[in-house]
């Protein structure tokens, strides 16, 4: 397989008051070129870390990620990030939120004119070209992440890295937009990385599944293949029984082999208390 | 802003009465600031009669309206003989140029005293130069501050220093440093007016220094990281980033900045003798005859109106320029 970007190693430690906490613990993961990887875990196991590495903002203590190649050691167009909350520019419109990036990405590179033929194309894919003139306070929540994900692409990225990019969202709008980067991701084959908490969209979306264990010292659990073909449909595949398969190793892994035990503590009994106060 | 207009109140298709809640609406916005002003014009007048000074009795609302009116005729009347004065000297020049066309004449210029309107004027003038001159300033450097943690640590205990300190303070030493260093054979500005205005600028810097700080540094980690996955140079990241998202709480400062400015100036003017409002005032009272605490009350209202209306004019300014069309602006 080829290796378009490596993990090899990849180890975190924050700075705590106590000592440096370790997040991380050798992570080590190859994705080749236009494979779509899914991170899945439990909160808290540093998933939003791995993808905080790759894309440069986080630097690794130990160990590295290549990409091509190329040591990666600050965030770059090269690794576009979709940010959970869209993290739209709320002064830009939406055409104007794609312009800066790709003002920035191909200056010199494109003329004007190209610029703007970019930026509408890119704009058409997430299907927003209706409402490229009005602001991220103007359109709904999933009709921003449209944009965010446009943004993304219009970065002509050699890796997507999206974090959580429907958490926020009803499930009707994220069932919309998980077809419509499955779309992208058929017309493009861009290379992504998605973090997700949400296993069918795991299971429906990715090419593998990387499952994490519970932090601290986070690492790689299991990977699992989705040898599913393309392109799939998600009525269809309800009824699959490899679907359905794939989708209990996933509820196995959380729930059985990395069960997270949460503690139930004080906020509920004082919550208690303020009722009976009332 | 959600607020309730007149005009949007007498849209009433189909009915000629308002109806009940249109009149508790108007009663709302029209009524209840109408009895507050009016309570206290009551209490005015009735406590003004009761105070009694070395210059007579205390001015309440009537001697008030007098004296507003007497300062008004006097602008007019003082414009008035300008004209005269520039109409006499133009004949004047004209009969000299018949007689002697070879003649030189002289313009001079009519050199009466300045009215309360013309102090009305030079303290507008005074104030907003300063404070522009101290936004200028200031805003640079918040950005600076807000962006920069070791940049903050080095400049903070400065800001807190000076921040408290009073323009009285401030005024001998500014007066003898322009004294100082103003020294020209045709000076462009009064040194009165570069002492009130550097005054006014010392006081009113640190509101916008610290709001735009804090508005810069609590930008949120989201964009900051669009910003360096896009990799913006430095120029791109503040004009693009820093100065739209921390623009609401720049203006918070921007307007207390105003205010402090405007409080200022009334007190640098008495000391510089700028001649705006506040010369006026100490004129006034200098002068201590029997209208005199009727005019400086006159002062009084100007100056808070003023005050009032440099507000809103920021407010208005703010509402132009903000992103944030729902932000509750007051």
């Known amino acids: 397989m080829n290796k378009h970007l490596q993990l090899s190693e990849v180890s975190i430690d924050f700075p705590t008051p106590k000592g440096p906490f370790r997040a991380l613990d050798k992570v080590n993961l190859d994705i080749a070129k236009g494979e779509f990887v ?85 704009l058409e894919l997430v299907h927003m070209t209706h409402a490229m003139d009005k602001r991220p306070d103007e359109i709904s929540g999933g009709m921003k992440q449209r944009v965010g994900i446009a943004r993304a692409l219009a970065m002509e990225p050699k890796v997507l890295l999206l974090d959580e990019p429907f958490g926020a969202l009803d499930a009707l709008t994220r069932a919309h937009l998980q077809d419509s980067l499955m779309e992208i991701h058929a017309d493009l084959g861009n290379t992504v990385i998605m973090i997700t908490h949400d296993v069918d969209e795991a299971v429906l979306l990715s090419d593998r599944i990387v499952m994490m264990t519970n932090g601290p010292s986070a690492s790689i659990g299991e990977i699992l293949r989705i040898d599913l073909e393309r392109p799939r449909k998600r009525v269809e595949l309800s009824g699959d029984a490899r679907y359905n398969h794939f989708r209990h190793e996933v509820l196995a892994f959380l729930y059985e082999r990395q069960r997270k035990v949460e503690k139930i503590e004080a906020p509920q009994a004082s919550f208690k208390a303020q009722q009976k106060a009332a | 802003m959600k607020s309730t207009t007149l005009s949007n109140i007498s849209t009433n298709p189909g009915r000629l009465l308002p109806t009940r809640d249109q009149v508790m609406l108007i009663g709302r916005s029209l009524m209840l600031p109408l009895i507050g002003i009016l309570l206290f014009l009551f209490l005015w007048f009735n406590a003004a ?53 070879q003649a030189k004449v002289v313009i001079r210029p009519y050199t009466g005293k300045p009215t309360f309107v013309d102090q009305i004027g030079t303290s507008l003038f005074t104030v907003l130069s300063g404070f522009f001159l101290a936004s200028l300033i200031a805003i640079p450097l918040g950005i600076l501050i807000g962006l920069n943690e070791s940049v903050y640590a080095a400049v903070n205990p400065l800001i807190q220093l ?23 054979q045709d000076p462009t500005f009064s040194k009165s007016y ?19 700080a804090v508005g810069v540094a609590n930008v949120s980690k989201d964009l900051l990281n669009v910003s360096k996955v896009l990799r913006l140079d430095a120029l791109t990241h503040v004009f693009k980033i820093i100065l739209p998202a921390s623009l609401p709480l720049m203006f918070t400062g921007l307007r207390l900045s105003l205010g402090i400015a405007w409080m200022v100036l009334i007190a640098a003017e008495m000391l510089a003798q700028n001649p705006g409002l506040g010369k006026f005032v100490w004129d006034e009272f200098q002068n201590g005859s029997s209208n005199s605490l009727g005019r400086i009350m006159v002062a009084v209202l100007v100056i808070g109106l003023i005050g009032f209306m440099l507000d809103r004019a920021m407010l208005l300014l703010q509402k132009k320029v903000s992103w944030d069309k729902n932000a509750i602006l007051r």
Not at chain 2, 163 to 177: D, E, F, G, I, R
């Open chain 1, 38 to 122: 899914s991170l899945i875990g439990h909160s808290g196991c540093g998933k939003s870390t791995v993808l905080n590495i790759v894309a440069g903002l986080y630097q690794a203590t130990e160990g590295g990620v290549l990409l091509e190649d190329r040591e990666v050691n600050a965030p770059g167009p090269e690794r576009a990030v979709v940010f959970q909350n869209h993290s739209l520019l709320p002064w830009l419109t939406a055409y104007q939120n794609v312009e800066l990036a790709v003002r920035q990405v191909f200056k010199g590179k494109k003329s004007k004119s190209e610029m703007r033929d970019w930026i509408t194309h890119n």
């Open chain 2, 49 to 101: 009669r009761m105070i009694h000074t070395s210059l007579g009795e205390f001015p309440g609302p009537v001697q008030v309206w007098e004296q507003t009116t007497n300062l008004v005729t006097e602008h007019q009347e003082e414009r008035q003989r300008e004209q005269d004065f520039i109409a006499r000297q133009e004949v004047r020049n004209a009969e000299t140029l018949a007689t002697d066309p």
């Open chain 2, 162 to 184: 000076f921040k408290p300190v009073s323009p009285l303070a401030w005024l001998p030493l500014v007066t003898m440093v322009v004294s100082a260093v103003y020294v020209s």
């Open chain 2, 194 to 212: 570069l002492t009130s205005m550097f005054t006014v600028l010392l006081c009113c810097l640190w509101p916008t220094v610290i709001n735009t």
